[in-house]
């Protein structure tokens, strides 16, 4: 598998460098491994920190900006930061009203974010936490306990984060991203498997008539393996067991995701049947993204992430949000 890499041993930190050079609105801690708003803390408004493994780009660093992250932890290649990552991170974006942690539902992220948490909280810094667990196709896999945390951490952060940037206290931030995860559900499915850097391997085996239903995002296995079939079939399995779980309706926020090697053409396609699937469930799609947020390095295929909205969310999800990944209303 060829790569555009230098080295298989500085793959974060060269793309840490890449990633300082094309935003000055970005302060990276290459040492450390820390991506932080180059503005710096804020008085009186609670922080935000993110992380995980690497190779999920944009998430997590490219969502560090106004209106979402103040901090984002990056691990390297599908492993979790460390503990001593998250507690300088913190101590860096506490603003004097504490610091919310948001946490995917993976085994090493939750072990190390609750240390760190810990450690955090003996030093004297307030932080709550926050665990997105929306995926529907499998419960434990390779990498968790229970439910894995994908797609709907892009809808956590950017809505708890707009609530943070207007000052609001600690305890809110916390309730609106819990209520955001509470609202949200995903669906992955796989074309092809992803590759790591420096085996030259796939993570997984797939025929070229085989696809895989319910994939994780590090290219766990799901639901079942399966034929291949048009688009509409696959959007019509994923968006049954979202509407299994969480019943469809009202206004709705709609993520299409590419998982990194899917076409943006394909894409679109995709979102056109995911589209006509809720109008048929009496939804309406009021607020959407279609593209790459979540990835897993080269896989193809792509995940539906859905929120049912209301008011609140609805307000927050369109406040002003400026970062490399997301951008409006500024």
Not at 301 to 321: H, K, M, Q
């Amino acid at each position: 598998m060829k790569k555009l890499i230098n080295d298989v041993g500085t793959i974060v930190t060269d793309a840490l460098t890449g990633m300082a050079a094309a935003n000055p609105g970005l302060r990276v801690d290459i040492a450390n491994r820390i991506v932080y708003r180059a503005s710096g803390p804020r008085q009186g408004k609670v922080g935000l920190v993110s992380g995980g493994g690497s190779g999920h780009e944009p998430l997590h660093a490219a969502f560090v900006g106004y209106g979402m992250l103040d901090a984002a932890c990056p691990g390297e290649i599908f492993t979790s930061p460390v503990p001593d990552q998250v507690i300088e991170a913190g101590k860096e974006v506490d603003g004097g009203a504490g610091v919310l942690h948001i946490v995917k539902n993976y085994t090493g992220d939750v072990l190390n974010f609750r240390l760190a948490a810990e450690l955090a909280a003996e030093e004297g810094l307030e932080v709550a936490s926050v665990l997105v667990n929306d995926d529907v196709a499998v419960r434990d896999s390779l990498y968790t306990a229970g439910r894995r945390g994908t797609g709907a951490t892009v809808f956590v952060e950017k809505i708890s984060g707009a609530l943070a940037e207007s000052g609001a206290s600690l305890t809110e931030v916390a309730r609106v991203a819990t209520e955001v995860n509470k609202r949200s559900r995903s669906f992955g499915i796989a074309l092809t498997p992803c590759s790591l850097p420096g085996t030259g391997k796939p993570t997984f085996e797939l025929s070229d008539t085989e696809i895989e239903i319910g994939v994780g995002i590090h290219g766990e296995p799901g639901r079942a393996r399966a034929a291949a079939g048009p688009v509409r079939e696959l959007v019509g399995i994923a968006m049954d067991a979202i509407d299994e779980d969480l019943p469809l309706g009202d206004d709705t926020l709609v993520m299409v995701n590419g998982m990194g090697g899917t076409s943006l053409i394909e894409l679109y396609i995709t979102f056109a049947e995911v589209d006509a699937y809720l109008r048929g469930k009496g939804a309406n799609v009021s607020r959407a993204l279609v593209g790459n947020y979540v990835t897993s390095l080269d896989m193809q295929g792509f995940s539906v992430t859905v929120c049912r909205l209301n008011d609140e969310l609805t307000r927050l999800w369109d406040a002003p949000v400026e970062t490399s990944g997301l951008r409006w209303g500024r």
